[in-house]
């Protein structure tokens, strides 16, 4: 398997496993992000919708651990609440990766 097609399928694994919720959403997105180079991948609606949410997740830390409590809490809080607000449009792009690619 040349470099191309394993990042594709690797972008169709993490697709997958996001949307059987067996990968952190934050964490899936930004893996998916940093294999799109070596995938050759030409953006479409799906990866538009992933490379969006992934630039304005930006600023939270994948783990909150050694943060000062009530920062914590605040930065969860809004991490949760975009999630919930963009769930059902990352889990349609996700559908429409593992779709496309034709992986799994």
């Given at each position: 398997?040349d470099s ?6 690797q ?28 995938s ?34 605040r930065l ?29």
């Open positions: 398997m191309m097609t394993a990042a594709r399928w972008i169709c694994e993490l697709a997958n496993q996001m949307l059987a919720n067996e990968v952190d959403l934050l964490r899936g997105v930004r893996a998916i992000v940093s294999l799109l180079p070596a050759g991948w030409v953006s479409d609606e799906a990866i538009a919708v992933v490379v969006g949410i992934e630039s304005e997740t930006d600023h939270f830390p994948e783990s909150l651990e050694g943060w000062e409590p009530r920062a914590a809490l969860s809080a809004e991490r949760d609440l975009y999630f919930a607000s963009q769930r059902d449009v990352l889990l349609h792009a996700c559908g429409e990766i593992v779709s496309k690619m034709g992986f799994l």
